[in-house]
């Protein structure tokens, strides 16, 4: 689902149930070539970045997102690398898990129930103990257009790759 492909496949599935077919193959083939171009822009870096996507920090306690996930589908075609392995979907992650993932990056919805304070978010110990909290990088972005998986996606890897990886990014 969280691919270039599954995004062209989720536009023309939309198209067919409303009976316009022809519009959603131009907006596929639209969105298909903004994503290539997305996708080029990071395409020669060679250093990928460590991201943990997390979701919630409610209680101290880190949710984060695994393998098959929207985070995990964008932080990749943004041309980072997720720095969790081992499972797939939203999980709550130990300490210990935390500092072994080695995120260099933290990306948080910035729209996600209370905000969680720059400051809240490195007084946590697992997340202080990471090359991301020791540089105190954190990336925020609107949930619906980081995790939305439609037509605004190429813009939103864009814009994701421009935050990681600033002038490495080509046009």
Do not use: C, W
């Amino acid at each position: 689902h969280y691919t270039h492909d599954g995004i062209l496949e989720k536009i023309r599935v939309v198209g067919k149930a409303l009976g316009v077919d022809a519009k959603a193959d131009r907006l596929a083939a639209e969105v298909d070539a903004r994503l290539k171009a997305a996708e080029q822009h990071t395409a020669s870096i060679k250093e990928r970045k460590r991201i943990l996507f997390v979701l919630s920090t409610q209680g101290g306690k880190i949710l984060a997102a695994g393998s098959e996930t929207a985070a995990d589908g964008i932080v990749n075609l943004a041309g980072g690398v997720n720095a969790v392995e081992g499972f797939s979907g939203y999980k709550q992650m130990s300490d210990e898990a935390i500092v072994t993932a080695r995120p260099e990056v933290i990306l948080m919805m910035d729209n996600a129930g209370p905000a969680v304070s720059d400051d809240e978010l490195f007084s946590n110990p697992s997340i202080a103990s990471t090359p991301a909290g020791a540089a105190r990088k954190v990336i925020r972005m609107d949930g619906g257009y980081l995790l939305g998986f439609g037509p605004r996606t190429a813009e939103a890897i864009r814009d994701l790759a421009v935050s990681l990886y600033g002038g490495q990014v080509t046009d």
